[in-house]
């Protein structure tokens, strides 16, 4: 069996005339340039894989390209140039609803369904194999329920879509696109109004499904550190600086701890005074003001400690025995912060974040 379910060879997204009237099914509208159409191309010569079993996050700031190539891949919109091959046949050449069959999308479109109750719209999920007025079968129910039940549905299963929350209303969707059963799903922001526990949540069952169900999934997000702990790969989409402007952006594909660590991921996301830590994966949103300080001290208060240095605008140095500095010690029975002001002071040994922080304020003031 082919490892890649998705590919696309020299695949160029992007628009041609005016706003929204691009949209169209493959075949049906030629994708040939119009006179007097201006074309807009977001990337270029897309050459990308997605393999079975695999979850890749498409990642990337506003405005790159991300929703664009959701799009294009699931055929909703057409491509400037180049093909899409899914299990190894052209996306072109697919009825769509051959493509349902293959590939199901959950978009971050709010869709108007009428009066459907959750479960009907759930159901809707199996209709490439019913047909949209057909009966569910005893298999096509237990998908459904199972659709509702793998994305905790349940308790709203009677309710109608319009009387849920965006987060709910989100879940039901994946629910959708579950029920529909396909070896590929492609989901734009899944997690988007969804809150902590329930975005981790949803990252988990992704993975469950490539791990044990073996569907390729492809979700673009703009939660870093979900996606660098959860994804097997990541498409970064980064708007182009070269001044070579034939496309908007640029793609790289790669999996993440690599990304990181050849500098690509900051530089997608580069923004003055915006610091991307490679050691620890996470963005540094505080600037550096007020100087530098020695942080002696391990574990969980250690980790605190910095976070807390740095709000207040310190540059902290580990392991650095410089005048001002902290030194954690963790050995008694409970942990005592102790900090050395200057050289001329004695230490002063104080018993939580909260005593040391006003320490330093006091420090500070007295030096102002
Ligand atoms: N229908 C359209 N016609 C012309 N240009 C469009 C259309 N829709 C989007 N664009 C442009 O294409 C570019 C990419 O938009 P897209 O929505 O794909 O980005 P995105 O990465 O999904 O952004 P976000 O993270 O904000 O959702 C943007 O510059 C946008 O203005």
Not at 260 to 280: P, S, V, Y
Request: positive net charge.
């Amino acid at each position: 069996m082919r490892p890649e379910v998705l590919r696309t060879h020299a695949l160029t997204i992007g628009y041609q005339g005016k706003k929204h009237s691009h949209f169209g099914r493959f075949g049906k509208k030629s994708s040939a340039k119009k006179p007097g159409h201006r074309i807009r191309t977001i990337v270029k010569d897309l050459v990308l894989e997605l393999n079975r079993g695999e979850l890749v996050c498409l990642l990337g700031p506003n405005g790159a390209g991300k929703s664009t190539l959701m799009r294009t891949l699931s055929g909703i919109q057409m491509p400037l140039a180049g093909s899409i091959d899914i299990s190894g046949k052209p996306i072109s050449k697919m009825s769509s609803k051959e493509i349902a069959l293959h590939l199901s999308i959950v978009l971050t479109e709010r869709i108007t369904v009428g009066n459907l109750s959750v479960y009907a719209l759930v159901a809707l999920g199996r209709s490439p194999y019913t047909g949209w007025m057909g009966n569910l079968s005893k298999d096509d129910e237990q998908i459904v329920r199972e659709a509702i039940e793998i994305t905790g549905t349940e308790p709203f299963v009677n309710a109608h879509l319009s009387d849920l929350s965006d987060g709910e209303r989100q879940k039901v969707m994946i629910a959708r696109a579950l029920a529909q059963d396909t070896p590929i799903i492609l989901l734009d922001e899944p997690t988007a109004h969804l809150d902590l526990p329930n975005r981790v949540e949803i990252i988990r069952l992704l993975r469950k499904l490539t791990q044990e169900k073996g569907k390729s999934i492809l979700m673009s997000t703009h939660e870093l550190d979900l996606a660098l702990q959860a994804a097997d790969k990541i498409w970064l989409m980064q708007e182009k600086k070269d001044g070579a402007l034939d496309a908007k952006s640029e793609l790289l594909a790669g999996i993440p701890e690599e990304l990181i660590l050849n500098g690509q991921f900051e530089k997608a996301f580069a923004r003055d005074g915006f610091l991307f830590d490679r050691a620890t994966g996470a963005f540094q949103i505080h600037h550096p003001t007020s100087g530098k300080i020695g942080l002696i001290g391990n574990g969980a208060p250690g980790h605190w400690t910095k976070r807390a240095l740095e709000r207040l605008g310190f540059q902290v140095c580990l392991d650095e025995f410089i005048y001002p500095r902290v030194e954690i010690d963790s050995e008694k029975c409970r942990d005592v912060w102790c900090y050395f002001a200057n050289e001329a002071q004695a230490p002063e040994n104080l018993y939580s974040i909260s005593e040391l922080i006003r320490a330093l304020q006091t420090q500070r003031t007295r030096m102002n």
